[in-house]
């Protein structure tokens, strides 16, 4: 997967893609620039006219599983998004681990003496890790910021310089880069949101090294493991610990960053990250498996440093209601999996609904959502989300225009489950993407029936998925939990719909979390306000426990969805069964959805009905064996629910039928025990009816 340009890049380079490519065209037909210096080397073929050239496409590659860009932006966001996209920027880890590992003095430009502006906490951070700090600014000109004297150009400043960090914007980078290359700097780095290819082509030509639209504190954080803190995706799989770029300094001081030229970065697999994603080996300890940090706080370095976590200027751990490295873990593998940037868990999964509506609405606001939902979803937004302003319109996901006719202007999401619990719909995501895009709201998609294994709802345009962790993602019904992944591909700039993330927050001396954390702001919004004043936080102990569940996520689902279909068939032709409603059947009306969303099979709940109604579908559920009768899904164990009687019995009978919870309806959760022995405990209880 190549990295997206995640939201409102703010290219001020002036030229388009286009241009730029004339002009590359141009200036070095027919030859290679690397990145190591003015080397050009002979390409065998010129550039073709359709494609970017190789500078563009950088020749060092960037994770492929690594969706998206870090955010801390540097400039402000431009609401109306990148004026003619460029081609995203891939840097391999190795590349840029070989540049923050090295460089020692780096001259950030445009630095501000505001303590909550990212230019500043970024200074800060650095000569925390061990750099060297210049700041150049006009403005300051000989006055004292961070302990450093502040120099109004490049040039002034009396010392070697190994990088230069540019905080302006795009359009202002040329004169910066030339005087980089009159310094003699090593290394030109530009801020995220900051790019200028004329102004890196000129700096490699120089022989200098050039990161665009990248934050050294992100990729500093990211690489040494603290960005997972955060529940964000690392995009790093391995069995070695976390080494910090600066933590073991290297014997060889300056790596030549084409050492991961043609280096080949797989992306790993499903199974891989399930495995693997979010756990590398304890840092104390070299534990394997993730230890549960069974504590509630964390011990501060000093006041400065407890200041910065409680600004959020820096990575770490205050307070397990907010944060705890078990539950981190789990949710950098819950956003591996789902190809997200980050993700935040919560007690349960009503808690990640109402943490997720917290983040985006306001009193007052609206939002859609599919009349095919989990009944306990339909109650929280329809009779407690009103108490808070809230209002909750429904749709019939079978009939897409019914969408187009509830979504107004003041709509500011849709929600729906990607496979619906208990009726199994199947809901065609990208249909419903194209309303939300015309609107520029965000698709929010429950994907806790189909679990990332069998569909991914942000390759279909989602914007934001939950979950009830508490399904199949533990999978063996001992812990309760919930989930939001954000995708990081959202503008929220785009309209001033969500002020929340693109206004200054009172409640953190006026930061912009949009500005400041770019594509992971919603869930570190979702944390920084809604997590810590409401409090529904996940435990340690169920985070190991879901953690350890996922390891097998794609075994079980694979089982679950073979035995479902064989139960499905047995039930189709029993005599006192009337219906069953099973995506995953020959003939089913989902089935083209399933072929499209769910490929790899349509789950392991859906319903039946049973003839008799009401009274034989008590009968069903109090004869089964192996069966139990529970309020549960997405348990090793099969379950038995007779909607009606349980979990939707708030609901008036027109409300039971329309989200297919009607008085015959029996729910099943094919578990992943023998078939044969689910065959038989449901031949026996159905023979049980009267009819
Ligand atoms: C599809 C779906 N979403 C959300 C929930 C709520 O999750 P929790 O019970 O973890 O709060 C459920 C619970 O059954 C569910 O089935």
Redesign the pocket.
Known sequence: MIPRVAHAARWRNGLDAAQLNRTLTATVPRFFLTAKSNRVTSSPSSFPHHRAPPLLQSPFHHRPFYTSRPGLLAAPIDPHGPIDPLPPLRYSDDMLRSILSTVRTIAMVGVSSNWNRPSYFVMKYLQDKGCRVIPVNPGMAGKELLGERVYARLEDIPEPVDMVDIFRASSSVPPIVSSAIAIGARVVWMQLGVRNDTAALEAQRAGLVVVMDRCPKIEFGRLGGELSWQGVNSGIVSSKRFVAPREKRRKVMWVAPEAADGVEEREPGFATRAVHAGVTPDPTTGARTMPIYQTTSYVFDDVDHAASLFNLHTFGYIYSRLTNPTVSALEERIASLEGGRAALCSS??????FLTFFTLLEPGDEFVASQN??G??ITQFKMSFPKLGWKCTFFDPDDMDSLRRVVTEKTKAVFI?SL??PGGVVVDIEACNRVTQEYGIPLIV?N??ATPYLCQPFKHGADLV??????FLSGHGNS???CIVESGKFNWAKTDKFPSLTKPESAYHGLVFYETFGDFAFTTKARAVALRDFGPTMAPFNAFLTMTGIETLHLRMERHCANAKKVAEFLQSHAVVAWVSYAGLAGNKYTPLVEKYLPKGAGS?FTFGVKGGFENGTKVVESVNVFSHL????DTRSLILHPAST?HRQLTEEQQIAAGAGPDVIRLSIGIEDVDDLIADLDQALKSCKL
């Open positions: 349960s999964g009503h808690a990640a609904q939902l989990y306990g979803s489950e619906s619990n429950d806790t029936l939950v979950h009830s962790t508490t399904k309760l939990g919930g709940v309020a549960n899904i997405g979990t």
